[in-house]
């Protein structure tokens, strides 16, 4: 994996979208299928964060 940093100014140039492409984009429905459900609000309290905050009490481990 690359980190963002690592790229140089032409390769970031290269990954952004045109402004055409965005407003392309902003018009295009979500679509859900199996490999990406809709998120119900049931399915969404079963999530957690991956990096929570630590609480002050531990943060000195």
Do not use: G
């Amino acid at each position: 994996m690359v980190s963002f940093n690592e790229l140089t100014e032409e390769m970031k140039a290269e990954l952004e979208l045109s402004r055409e492409e965005l407003a392309h984009a902003k018009l295009m429905p979500i679509t859900f299928d199996e490999a990406c459900p809709e998120v119900t609000p049931e399915m969404a309290v079963k999530f957690r964060k991956v990096n929570p905050p630590r609480s002050p009490k531990n943060s000195d481990l």
